[in-house]
């Protein structure tokens, strides 16, 4: 199983992103998808995540300004990131689980400049 992130870069304070993620291989019933984020000399955190039935759960620094939304047809996930704030600077990860286990992508670097 591979989740593949895409979509991070440098933005200027305000701007947006949006980072895309695919999960290829062999899985079945992914129930929730996410993102996290670790910036450096942090732990990393959640972001936001969504279930299968369309759910979501936002972590109150992102809420209004990031949306997460998916495709279960492709196993895809994306966020949507607007009003970027330099505080938002951080590696973001993909994350998806099943009733088993869950996985991480590789991470996508996101740095906004003041």
């Known amino acids: 199983v591979q989740l593949v992130e895409s979509g991070g870069g440098l933005v200027q304070a305000g701007g947006s992103l949006r980072l895309s993620c695919v999960v290829s291989g062999r899985i079945f019933s992914i129930n929730a998808m996410g993102w996290y984020r670790q910036a450096p000399g942090e732990q990393r955190e959640l972001v936001a995540e969504?279930?299968?039935?369309?759910?979501?759960n936002y972590a109150d620094s992102v809420k209004g300004r990031f949306t997460i939304s998916r495709d279960n047809a492709k196993n895809a996930v994306y966020l949507q990131m607007n009003s970027l704030k330099p505080e938002d600077t951080a590696v973001y990860f993909c994350n998806c689980k099943t009733a088993f286990r869950g996985y991480w992508g590789q991470g996508t670097q996101v740095t906004v400049s003041s």
């Open positions: 969504i279930t299968s039935s369309g759910r979501t």
